[in-house]
């Protein structure tokens, strides 16, 4: 379907490479892919290059957010495609945590924030919100 399109075609503005890097950094922060391509759409339409206010590239990733998951670069390193998924997925990992799995709700979390959501459930150390 529309949610796992696994080796389909490719979604508007994404590149084989765009999605080479998006499952590579799903698999290694342990997040779904389908729920990765998710996020980059709904956040940039898989444009690496996405300014909006002080959110950057594929994922609109906060500098402030990025830093606290171990970013130490540049605001603008941000819009390195490879970069913000490293550190963006990082963050949408934490999400996915907090929402037990579930997309939807993970989506939301990725957006809106979850730090003091993780740190009722006692996630703020396995979400990187804490070292």
């Known amino acids: 379907g529309r949610e796992e399109r696994g080796g389909a075609g490719l979604y508007p503005n994404e590149t ?3 999605r080479s890097r998006i499952n590579y950094w799903a698999a290694h922060h342990r997040v779904p892919p389908s729920l990765v391509q998710r996020v980059v759409i709904r956040e940039s ?5 996405a300014r909006n206010g002080p959110y950057y590239g594929l994922m609109q990733l906060l500098p ?3 830093r606290t998951m171990g970013y130490r670069g540049p605001d603008s390193g941000l819009l390195d495609a490879d970069t913000n998924l490293q550190y963006g997925v990082k963050y949408l990992r ?3 945590l907090v929402a037990g799995g ?3 709700a993970a989506v939301g979390w990725y957006a809106r924030g979850y730090y003091y959501e993780a740190k009722r459930k006692g996630l ?3 979400t990187g919100l804490r070292g």
Do not use: F, I, S
């Open 102 to 104: 579930n997309h939807d």
């Open 45 to 49: 339409g898989h444009r690496p290059d």
């Open 94 to 96: 934490g999400a996915y």
């Open 124 to 126: 703020l150390e396995e």
């Open 16 to 18: 084989p490479y765009l």
């Open 64 to 66: 402030q957010t990025a």
